[in-house]
């Protein structure tokens, strides 16, 4: 069994965000996914299984910890992949199954790589923070009043992964550190990770649940954040621009977004294959 090593939202090879990518996972039991996650180390891994057409797949996405119902440099990297492996034209289109939802995804030739782009959905807004709490969440992360950015409320956003985004400065941005679990604020608003967004900068910043690890690049992030500055009336609908992320990991990573005329918002960036590895151990003995 193969697997593949790609960067995501990477302009050139180790750059972006890192992923391990499964083409053919339908030998793999559920567990034995989340394990080889936990053995690979990625922030994330994406195992591939065989649609019901040409072009259409199912997709299983795996943290150290969880599968996720939805993620977004995962999706954006197995599709470059499926391009690479099936389509030898310049163009393609992809449609892969969540267990949150089915993502459409087009796909083109760019250079040595590809480019990526997937079609998120339109945004769902829920909980907007009040100022108590906004402090608390800042403070797991060593952040003080003065670090909040108060022009934008703290809002919980989703387009298949729900993100609390917390507005900070961007000194905030440069200092924060992820000192304890969030479990209970992000349960009572309704969410899953918090993302740090410096909106000046357009730049922010997210960690694993634990605070442990933090993400180099986060395409399910991305479309939220980008619904919010459009809902902010800081970018207009139909209008292209880019978030950063990574600079402080060494990494940095753009992703391009947009929020189209009819809401649907759209996240992509350019992906580069790195490796192929052999899986040496059968897939029965694993499970």
Not at 61 to 66: K, M, R
Not at 132 to 141: E, L, W
Not at 160 to 177: F, I, Q, S
Not at 257 to 282: M, T
Request: glycine fraction near 10%; include cysteine.
């Amino acid at each position: 069994m193969h697997y593949w090593q790609l960067d995501v939202f990477a302009e050139r090879p180790l750059t972006g965000n890192g992923l391990a990518v499964f083409p053919d996972a339908h030998a793999l039991s559920t567990a034995t996914m989340q394990r080889l996650t936990q053995e690979l180390r990625q922030f994330e891994s994406i195992f591939l299984l065989p649609g019901d057409s040409p072009g259409r797949c199912r997709a299983q996405i795996f943290t150290a910890e969880e599968e996720l119902p939805f993620a977004g440099h995962p999706i954006l990297g197995a599709a470059a992949l499926l391009h690479h492996l099936h389509a030898p034209a310049e163009h393609a289109e992809w449609t892969l199954q969540l267990k949150a939802k089915s993502v459409h995804v087009i796909t083109r030739r760019h250079g040595q790589g590809f480019y990526a782009e997937m079609d998120q959905g339109q945004a769902e807004f829920g909980q907007r923070l009040d100022n108590a709490t906004a402090r608390a969440v800042a403070d797991a992360f060593g952040l003080g009043d003065d670090h909040l950015d108060r022009r934008y409320p703290a809002t919980v956003v989703s387009t298949g992964l729900p993100y609390l985004l917390l507005p900070v400065t961007a000194a905030g941005l440069a200092g924060a550190r992820q000192r304890r679990l969030l479990d209970p604020e992000l349960r009572a608003c309704g969410a899953a990770f918090v993302f740090l967004l410096d909106v000046d900068n357009r730049e922010g910043r997210t960690w694993d649940p634990a605070g442990v690890i933090e993400d180099i690049a986060t395409g399910s992030a991305a479309g939220p954040v980008a619904a919010y500055l459009v809902e902010q009336g800081l970018h207009a609908r139909g209008e292209a621009f880019s978030l950063n992320q990574g600079r402080f990991l060494h990494r940095p990573s753009t992703l391009a977004v947009c929020v189209g005329a009819e809401g649907r918002v759209r996240v992509g960036g350019h992906v580069q294959l790195v490796a192929r590895a052999d899986l040496l151990v059968a897939p029965a003995a694993l499970g």
